[in-house]
């Protein structure tokens, strides 16, 4: 998963929400006026608000991307001829099932790194990047809770064969370790699902 990040008016955002899609590119332009929806990586989104977003007295929300469930493209390029720097720019409307995340951001304040909502996320793990994080400080503690979260599972499944074994038969120890793997899967989803969850 890659985790992108766009700054919207709370206003704007609720609306999104009724629609089921975002389609502003950048405060005051629309996405059919810009051709594609200005986003930032989690180290350049504080760079934006403290440029572009410093004078709004109107409420904030820093939307969190999961760019693996957008259906359009994204596209890493400058935001203007001369300008080395580049920025991914989604090139289509934001389904709003494709944000993962959505942090309110205090108006016409400098630009901190909120303190995610728990449960946490990567880019934000346990709280993702928060918007300061790196990319392999994120893709480490990702690997590493997804590791856990299959051990869990695992550990379950083991746990059930030792009580099948115990129970004794030559059925049990089988049936024991299905039962076991089927718990710890519930759980794995539950934990993982707790950790990131859906925003609609």
């Known amino acids: ?6 700054i919207a008016l ?15 590119s950048t405060l005051g332009r629309s996405l059919a006026e810009e051709g594609f929806i200005h986003a930032s990586r989690a180290d350049q989104w504080t760079g934006v608000r403290d440029r572009f977003y410093a004078d709004v007295s109107e409420p ?3 939307l969190q991307v999961d760019t693996d469930l957008l259906d359009v493209p994204v596209v890493d390029e400058p935001p203007a001829p001369g300008v080395e720097e580049t920025f991914p720019h989604i090139y289509g409307r934001l389904p709003v099932t494709a944000v993962v995340r959505a942090i309110p951001l205090s108006p016409g304040a400098p630009a901190a790194a909120p303190e995610p909502a728990a449960p946490a996320r990567p880019a934000a793990q346990s709280g993702p990047a928060a918007g ?5 400080k994120v893709f480490l503690l990702e690997m590493y809770f997804n590791a856990a979260v299959a051990s869990v599972a695992i550990l379950l499944s083991a746990l059930g064969i030792a009580i099948g074994v115990a129970i004794g038969g030559d059925r049990a120890p089988g049936i024991g370790g299905l039962v076991g793997l089927a718990v710890g899967v519930l759980v794995a989803v539950r934990v993982y699902r707790r950790r990131h969850p859906r925003v609609a």
């Open 132 to 136: 300061g994080d790196s990319f392999s």
């Open 60 to 62: 904030l929300v820093l």
């Open 1 to 6: 998963m890659a985790t992108i990040f766009h």
């Open 10 to 24: 709370a206003s704007e955002w609720a609306a999104a929400r009724e629609a089921g899609v975002y389609t502003t």
